[in-house]
């Protein structure tokens, strides 16, 4: 018989409540108005998202990445795992309920990785983090990873969505070093978006991790 979910925190946001749950000893959910926004228990691709991004930072002396959206800190963790001593990780996050259930509750499932000493947090929407870097003179990024509730799909306004609009894209391209990675975690293939990642100048790579079962998408996309 499964074992029932049990509320461990609740939270007000200005999008609705967010909700910790736990099941057992290792599974939770993290929920906004009862819409499930990350399963703990389903997460192979958000891992594969941190992991993939960073594999290619090893040959940098000191990689700057920055990550958008903490969710449970599981991309964070594969970027850490990937990522030499050397490098520093800017994590994008915009609620800090999040981050103090990233440091508590949630902490072991990632082997408490907003302790790592390569890690520092900004509670701020990652777009505005973006943007700032673009700018001219400002401090860019070897990698940028985007892992928020909602991919890139066939809803997305194409021209002025703030993270997967043609834009976007251009201003993320300008954040990024020569040669940098672009990775964003999707629910499912999209085949415009593919085509706005290539008008901006990147050339795209696309993943499903795992095998069997429902299998989200892993876009790499690296600056010409």
Not at 20 to 47: H, P, Q, W, Y
Not at 116 to 124: E, K, M, N
Request: charged letters at 25%; a positive charge; glycine letters at 10%.
């Amino acid at each position: 018989m499964a074992q029932p979910w049990v509320t461990l925190e609740r939270a007000s946001t200005p999008d609705g409540m967010l909700e910790l749950r736990k099941r057992g000893e290792k599974d939770f959910l993290i929920l906004i108005n009862n819409r499930v926004l990350m399963n703990s228990s389903a997460s192979r691709s958000e891992t594969a998202l941190g992991e993939l991004a960073c594999a290619m930072m090893n040959t940098h002396p000191a990689p700057r990445v920055l990550i958008g959206g903490l969710g449970m800190g599981l991309t964070l963790r594969g970027a850490l795992d990937a990522l030499p001593d050397s490098a520093s990780v800017v994590v994008a996050e915009l609620n800090k309920t999040i981050a103090e259930w990233c440091k508590g509750p949630l902490a072991d499932l990632t082997d408490k990785a907003l302790e790592d000493r390569r890690v520092g947090i900004v509670i701020d929407n990652v777009a505005r983090v973006i943007a700032k870097a673009a700018k001219a003179g400002a401090k860019k990024f070897q990698a940028i990873i985007i892992d928020l509730y909602e991919g890139p799909h066939a809803g997305t306004d194409a021209k002025t969505d703030p993270y997967y609009g043609a834009h976007a894209l251009q201003t993320t391209a300008a954040a990024l070093t020569a040669g940098g990675v672009f990775a964003i975690w999707g629910e499912a293939p999209d085949a415009a978006f593919e085509k706005r990642l290539e008008a901006a100048g990147f050339a795209v790579e696309k993943k499903r991790p795992g095998r069997g079962g429902l299998r989200h998408v892993v876009y790499l996309a690296h600056l010409r």
